[in-house]
């Protein structure tokens, strides 16, 4: 059975976008000004789920968090987790 190596990006609502930044602002305190970039990547990586979210902030300095999952399927409790995780890698 052939490998598809470029799955479909689900798709996102503007509304789905702006609920994960107002989470993020939300979560780390910091001003609905701040810029915050959401992006759906392909990972081709053995372990490596098909899609998943960078998300980076731009505060100083930035940081740039990584979720293993679409955008669509992020929740509160996965941001928190994510921060966490960033914050002891640090």
């Known amino acids: 059975m052939p490998v598809n190596l470029f799955p479909k990006k689900p798709t996102v609502s503007a509304e789905q976008s702006q609920q994960i930044k107002d989470w993020l ?3 780390l305190q910091i001003d609905h000004q701040t810029v915050i970039s959401l992006s759906q990547l392909q990972c081709q990586d053995s372990g490596c789920p098909p899609i998943q979210t960078a998300i980076a902030i731009m ?5 740039v968090i990584r979720i293993h999952k679409p955008i669509p399927d992020i929740t509160y409790a996965d941001l928190v987790q994510a921060i966490s995780n960033y914050s002891t890698l640090r």
């Not at 505060?59 to 940081?63: A, Q, V």
């Open 25 to 27: 602002n939300e979560i």
């Open 59 to 63: 505060t100083s300095p930035h940081r």
